[in-house]
């Protein structure tokens, strides 16, 4: 059988994930990516008088690095279908490594700040110049060694609406500016969740 990287990797290394201490979800998610495209999911026979082709099913797990693409393009497409058709502007937003763990060992926390980061954005929009703004933000937790680094892409429209209605085209973003927005904004919901006991540290 000619197998893909992925399961190349996850075979030889079963050893390390498939155990009792690793989350259910990662280790069904990895399982079901190694029977991917196998018979073991089931499969669908089409023959003719001369010729029959067996069709094996797919996992359509995300994490299957062909079932996963697949999502991500159809994803894509359906933003692009959405988005207006306006220039836009790409800002991350990262954070000290030393916080890193906290949002890895806390991850309703790590969901918190795909939100955090847009809100830091429309209220700078808004203080600068009374703009509302459109705002996608994604939450990346890894970086391209696959080592833990929690950071927030966001794609901002270029311009924003004021509220009579009319569109200006064009706002300027001063990074130092935002970044000390989203530091407060970090601090403060670390500060709130550390109150309210939602944060557990050592």
């Known amino acids: 059988m000619k197998y893909l990287p992925l399961k190349q990797i996850l075979t030889q290394t079963r050893a390390y994930w498939d155990r009792d201490e690793t989350r259910p979800a990662v280790r069904d998610a990895f399982r079901k990516a190694l ?3 196998t018979p073991a999911l089931g499969a669908e ?3 003719s ?3 029959e082709r067996i069709v094996c099913h797919t996992c359509k797990g995300k994490g299957c690095s062909s079932c996963g693409y697949r999502a991500t393009v159809t ?3 359906g933003r692009w279908a959405a988005l207006p058709n306006l220039p836009y502007k790409g800002i991350t937003f990262t954070m000290p490594h030393m916080l890193w763990e906290i949002f890895r060992d806390n991850p309703e926390l790590a969901r918190v700040l795909p939100v955090l980061a847009g809100n830091v954005i429309q209220a700078y929009a808004s203080a600068r110049q009374g703009l509302q ?8 937790t890894f970086n391209g060694r696959l080592e833990f680094n929690f950071h ?7 311009g924003g609406l004021q509220s009579s209605g009319r569109w200006l085209s064009r706002l300027y973003y001063d990074n130092d500016v935002i970044m000390e927005f989203w530091r407060r904004a970090v601090i403060v919901l670390l500060s709130a969740a550390l109150r309210t006991g939602r944060l557990p540290v050592d």
Not at 152 to 158: C, D, E, F, N, R
């Open 45 to 47: 026979v089409y023959a």
């Open 49 to 51: 008088e001369k010729q």
């Open 152 to 158: 927030v892409h966001t794609m901002i429209t270029s």
């Open 75 to 77: 994803w894509q497409r």
């Open 133 to 140: 703004v459109g705002v996608i933000s994604i939450l990346h």
């Open 35 to 37: 029977l991917c495209g």
